[in-house]
Nanobody
Framework: QVQLVESGGGLVQPGGSLRLSCASS????????MDWYRQAPGKERELVAR???????TYADSVKGRFTISRDNAKSTVYLQMNSLKPEDTAVYYC???????WGQGTQVTVSS
């Protein structure tokens, strides 16, 4: 079983930036395809960004050009750099291993003035 621990969430003003981190253990990280999801109050969980083991990336239309997913296999960590944040980005952000279907506990991101 893969364990995933997210960090980096917090309160930020509109237009600001945050970087989320997700540290993985218990698996062979370099072979894992990784996702970032988010869930806002009263809404379904949605896919934000995806990175394959080879480094291929895809994004939800709502975050294209503002968010960047990346990975550091030496640190078994996946990142989500979030720029130009908007109030509608407010949600709990979850890390997910597509390979093992494991989830992290989530980290809260609040965008508000």
């Amino acid at each position: 079983q893969v364990q995933l621990v997210e960090s980096g969430g917090g309160l930020v003003q509109p237009g600001g930036s945050l970087r989320l981190s997700c540290a993985s253990s218990g698996g062979i990280f370099r072979f894992e395809a990784m996702d970032w999801y988010r869930q806002a109050p009263g809404k379904e969980r949605e896919l934000v960004a995806r990175i394959t083991s080879a480094g291929g990336k895809t994004y939800a239309d709502s975050v294209k050009g503002r968010f960047t997913i990346s990975r550091d296999n030496a640190k078994s960590t996946v990142y989500l750099q979030m720029n130009s944040l908007k109030p509608e980005d407010t949600a709990v952000y979850y890390c997910h291993s597509r390979s093992s279907n494991d989830w992290g506990q989530g980290t809260q991101v609040t965008v508000s003035s």
